[in-house]
């Protein structure tokens, strides 16, 4: 099966802080584990417990050194890349996204759950980071 059909098989998943089950709750870092582990068949690390405004009190980019960890740096937002977020300039990155195709990607929305949208204006000019799953 293919990252993008991993992706969206989390589609409709509710919104819960700090969770990563399909179907149950998972915010967007639950979600990259999530398909993480269905990609590369590996138990992906838990993070140490985080407000929803991880990193910001430390200042440090602890979303983007952890993808940088865990996954491989990639040159193109092509389908089953994974987009790292700052949400606001001068901030630390928060958001991450897994690109479902050209003008498209799957995230979870603390409003709406896990969801596909349009990979727009707004999210391309937040791009910090585009990575690829490890091959497995």
């Known amino acids: 099966m293919s990252t993008v059909d991993l992706a969206r098989g989390w589609l ?3 919104y819960k802080h700090q969770q990563k089950v399909k179907g149950a709750g998972c915010d967007c ?10 990609v590369t068949g590996l138990e ?3 993070p140490p417990p985080y407000t929803p405004s991880w990193g910001e009190a430390q200042g440090k ?6 993808a940088r960890k865990y996954l ?6 092509e389908p089953g890349a994974v987009l790292v977020f700052r949400m606001k300039k001068g901030s630390v990155a928060k958001h991450c996204g897994i690109v479902t195709g ?3 990607m799957v ?8 969801v596909e949208e349009v990979l727009g204006d707004y999210w391309q ?3 910090v980071g585009v990575f690829k799953f490890p091959e497995s």
């Open 12 to 14: 409709g998943t509710p």
């Open 29 to 38: 870092l639950g979600l990259l584990r999530g398909v993480y582990e269905e």
């Open 44 to 46: 992906s690390e838990k």
């Open 61 to 66: 980019e602890l979303m983007l050194a952890a």
């Open 72 to 77: 491989e740096p990639c040159d193109k937002v």
């Open 102 to 104: 050209k003008d498209a």
């Open 107 to 114: 995230h979870a929305h603390a409003h709406r759950g896990v």
């Open 125 to 127: 000019r937040r791009i």
